[in-house]
């Protein structure tokens, strides 16, 4: 997978929980190597960060440093909330609050990596 942002491994199982109320297929998804990307109805390779900070150090990367993206929005079921200007907005600062600090980023749907050569 392209270093930058990608399927976060840890999100599954909560979205399925918390958005779908599927503890069932939540329980699979703890074992699974594959995500499903909602937007394009398939199922690609699910990775954590760690494996991909692990995969670039390979290459002759360091970390600079990490964030999570969606650290919070993903989780909230209702879409039309998110569309109110002030609660967006609110959203928006806790999801740039949370993006650096840890444990927040790790369930979040997206990660975001800065690597020096």
Do not use: W
């Not at 969606?70 to 949370?98: M, Q």
Request: proline residues 6%.
């Amino acid at each position: 997978m392209p270093a930058g942002t990608t399927t976060l491994a840890f999100s599954d199982p909560l979205r399925t929980a918390i958005r779908q109320q599927d503890p069932r297929r939540a329980l699979r998804d703890l074992d699974s190597d594959m995500s499903y990307a909602d937007l394009f109805d398939m199922e690609l390779p699910a990775c954590t960060a760690a494996e991909t900070i692990g995969q670039l150090a390979e290459l002759g990367f360091g970390l600079v440093t990490r964030y999570g993206v969606r650290c919070v929005c993903d989780y909230i079921a209702d879409n039309e909330i998110k569309h109110d200007p002030a609660f967006f907005a609110d959203l928006e600062r806790l999801e740039l609050t949370l993006s650096d600090r840890m444990p927040y980023l790790l369930p979040a749907r997206f990660f975001h990596l800065i690597e020096r050569r």
